[in-house]
């Protein structure tokens, strides 16, 4: 089954402990993304990935890191979590055509940082 | 100005009748347009994509699109309970831009 999973679905921590969220899709898709979504604000891009080792900032990239060592798979970092960063985290991938980008979103990660 | 805007709503229709939902964009360069549907708690889940200029069709949806007024529509006709939702517009192309999305509520 085509799909894009996301682990762990629903994670609490503190602050300033370094967590890594997985994102694996099983589609070869080129492009990978990582959104966020806050009520009232909709969702927002953090990083997105063109293909390996091409990465870039999205409109919210402060306190994320991403990377792309393997096509399949689009880890999100947070080095030092702070609760400003609570949130519902989405990856989403697409084959990356500019005129053609239908992306598809994981199920989603559930974080919060007290 | 926010980049894509969507009417606020909630929106609030009978089951059987058309949910009409719009969206403006600013970026007059913007190529590719989707909407997505969202259940509560759940990712969004793609229903309509269009890139040229008219109306398309799929099912029950159809979505339209002028590029000259910057203005993407989604109308649901014979609406069902199970099309309540949050539905969001997006646009862009690799860097996709969302709306805040409208909830629509169809009632039995």
């Known amino acids: 089954e085509a799909q894009v999973t996301q682990n762990p679905r629903y994670l609490i921590t503190v602050t300033g402990k370094k967590l890594t969220v997985t994102c694996s899709q099983n589609m070869n898709h080129e492009y990978m993304s990582w959104y966020r979504q806050d009520p009232g604000l909709g969702l927002r891009q953090i990083y997105y990935s063109m293909n390996v080792e091409v990465t870039d900032k999205g409109d919210v990239p402060e306190g994320y890191k991403v990377s792309r060592k393997e096509k399949r798979n689009f880890p999100l970092i947070l080095e030092s979590p702070s609760p400003n960063q609570t949130s519902l985290y989405f990856c989403?991938?697409?084959?990356?055509?500019?005129?053609?980008?239908?992306?598809?979103f994981g199920p989603g990660t559930r974080l919060t940082v007290l | 100005q926010k980049e894509v805007e969507q009417n606020s709503g909630p929106l609030s229709v009978p089951e059987g009748a058309i949910a009409s939902l719009n969206c403006t964009y600013s970026d007059r360069g913007s190529q590719s347009f989707f909407w997505y549907r969202q259940y509560s708690g759940k990712s969004p889940e793609l229903i309509m994509s269009i890139y040229s200029n008219g109306d398309k069709e799929d099912g029950r949806f159809t979505a339209q699109l002028n590029k000259a007024s910057q203005y993407v529509s989604l109308l649901i006709r014979d609406s069902q309970p199970s099309d309540s939702a949050t539905y969001l517009c997006?646009?862009?192309?690799?860097?996709?831009?969302f709306g805040a999305g409208t909830t629509v509520t169809v009632r039995a």
């Open positions: 989403a991938s697409s084959f990356g055509l500019a005129e053609r980008n239908e992306q598809f």
């Open positions: 997006a646009v862009g192309s690799h860097k996709l831009s």
